[in-house]
């Protein structure tokens, strides 16, 4: 397993123990951004969504309760469907 799928299965971990509530929002969204390997082996627009996803998350969590903007439930499915993505674009290079 090579750099960039070390970080990315860093950020499911991330990902599963905040659905768990063992984490935070903050947390996912620096294993995210901190992932230089990934990032670097992907297509230049997954680094965008990615940080717009982790932008809005983080807003999402000044939120006590799902509002009509942010829906933090909405927004950990798009995060889990963008490293189901980044997972088929690494495999496939």
């Known amino acids: 397993m090579n750099a960039a799928q070390q970080e990315l299965q860093a950020i499911r971990a991330c990902l599963e123990q905040l659905r768990q509530g063992?984490?935070?929002v903050?947390?996912?969204?620096?294993?995210a951004l901190q992932s230089q390997s990934l990032l670097a082996a992907l297509p230049a627009p997954y680094t965008t969504v990615l940080q717009e996803l982790s932008n809005r998350l983080e807003s999402s969590a000044l939120f006590s309760e799902e509002?009509?903007?942010?829906?933090?439930?909405?927004?950990?499915?798009?995060?889990?469907?963008w490293l189901d993505k980044a997972e088929q674009k690494l495999a496939a290079a």
């Open 26 to 31: 903050a947390a996912l969204c620096q294993c």
């Open 22 to 24: 063992q984490s935070s």
């Open 67 to 81: 509002s009509c903007s942010f829906s933090q439930a909405d927004l950990l499915a798009s995060v889990q469907l």
